[in-house]
Nanobody, 123 residues
Framework: QVQLVESGGGMVQAGDFLRLSCAASGIPFSSYSMAWFRQAPGKEREFVAGITWNSRSTYYADSVKGRFTISRDNANNTVYLQMNSLKPEETAAYYC????????????????WGQGTQVTVSS
């Protein structure tokens, strides 16, 4: 059974940072690209950041470039999202996802999802 379990969300002020983690099981983690998406109330789920299986390629939504960093630890089946200089408009549920497709940014390419972790940024 595939499980992706996110952690690290919370409530912070604008300009603060958070580090999200996602622990995976039930998939050959080191063979999968991983990504983070987010969804705010009333909005569609959007791509935030992705990383290929070997960490050689990372890719980001334009809105987070330079502030967010995705990384992974294949030895521990974990992917991370370091989020700096958070903005109130980035309040959302953050989800990690796994895909066999390289560099996919569309949610339809990700068959495996976590349950999400809430990030709330106050102004």
């Amino acid at each position: 059974q595939v499980q992706l379990v996110e952690s690290g969300g919370g409530m912070v002020q604008a300009g603060d940072f958070l580090r999200l983690s996602c622990a995976a099981s039930g998939i050959p983690f080191s063979s999968y690209s991983m990504a983070w998406f987010r969804q705010a109330p009333g909005k569609e789920r959007e791509f935030v950041a992705g990383i290929t299986w070997n960490s050689r390629s990372t890719y980001y939504a334009d809105s987070v470039k330079g502030r967010f960093t995705i990384s992974r630890d294949n030895a521990n089946n974990t992917v991370y999202l370091q989020m700096n200089s958070l903005k109130p408009e980035e309040t959302a549920a953050y989800y990690c996802a796994a895909s066999a497709n390289l560099r996919a940014t569309a949610s339809s390419f990700y068959p495996y999802w976590g349950q999400g972790t809430q990030v709330t940024v106050s102004s």
